[in-house]
């Protein structure tokens, strides 16, 4: 089937749930994508931030071959020798004690939050006094799922849906005063992305951050870090809460862990673990055999590779070069992210739309969230001759809609 004959079968047979874009990739190789018609794209999204390695990496393939010729289900009822070998990684990686594995973000999300009911219902049995809210921030993205998405602020995700999960309140993103006025001992935990993806790349401030730790050591309510987006190498570090010096007491994982194969993974501190007891909370997938092989590749990949070193160097040269671009073209606003997880404010939404529109065009596929920013979440693969070809592009169609760019209102400023 070519790409019009698959839109004509997928509106008639599929639910109306995404705006795809009209573009049709059979392969990718490396950081470039290549569609139906042997064009190639240099891929700025990697899939929403999963395909952490590129496209066809010889360590995902042969893990997937091998472990497929082996064995690749076997439901959580039994052992198989994959699941304590990638969490002994993952704990060593985070500062976390324990692991549970799931197969996507809102799922990993969903862990979370039971987790963090779970623990204040058992404080609450040995006689402490501690409630069942949540505190959430404004702008923030956790997921589709009932809990996920009563964690999340856009109106648009949850409303529909209602009732969602009860005893949510959202806090102004980064307003100290407000977090320290909504907390008391009805919370059971405080929902934080270290870094906010959908909602724009905004960084949560240090000052933030350590307040929320310290109200829930005030307490025993649980800091959540939300880091599906963010973890897992995407800034530069494992996780982005160890750019702050911060460790929380529970972080999900999702997107880049198994590089394309759905993963999901909630991880904690021992000191709250014991909240689940068997039978509390499983999945019949999650932790399979396959996917375990796969992340543990990536991550072994990772660390052999020296990735993380190459993703704050690349990272670093990339977002010094938006901020050149910011310089030259009064439209760019701001320029934000850390490692390979970038964002640019543009000063209106009709220019952003433009202009991720016309990168396509040019073969560059980037993202628009949040309205007006342009995301790049590129494979950790990429390196300083794409960021050239990137920004080149940028700057050319830039310059090309000044008047358009000089002649839009400013764009509606969302984190205030
Ligand atoms: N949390 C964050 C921070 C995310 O960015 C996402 C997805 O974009 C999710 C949760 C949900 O992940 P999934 O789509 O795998 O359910």
Known sequence: MNLASIQAAESKLLLNTYERNPHLFVSGKGVFLEDENGDRFLDLLSGIGVSALGYGHPAIEKAIAEQSALLLHTSNLFFHRGTADLALRLT???GMDRVFFCNSGTEAWEAALKLARAHATAVRESGKKIGTKFLALEHSFHGRTMGSVATTHKEKYRLPFAPVMSDVEFVRFNDVADLRARFSDEVCGICIEPIQGEGGIHPVSQEFFASARELCDSTGALLLADEIQSGLG???KWFAYQHYGIQPDVTTLAKPIAGGIPMGAMLCVERVASAFTPGMHGTT???????CAVAIAVIDTIQDENILAHIQEVGGFFKAQLNALKQQHDCVTDVRGLGLMLGIELNSAELAKRVAAQMMERRII???????????????????????TTIDALNEILKANTELAGAMPAGEKIHG
């Open 92 to 94: 060593e990686i985070s």
């Open 285 to 291: 997938f999650g932790g399979g055999p396959l996917a």
């Open 366 to 388: 980037i993202n628009r969230t949040s309205e007006t920013v342009l995301r790049f979440l590129p494979p950790y693969i990429l390196e300083k001759k794409h960021v050239e």
């Open 234 to 236: 995407r800034t530069g």
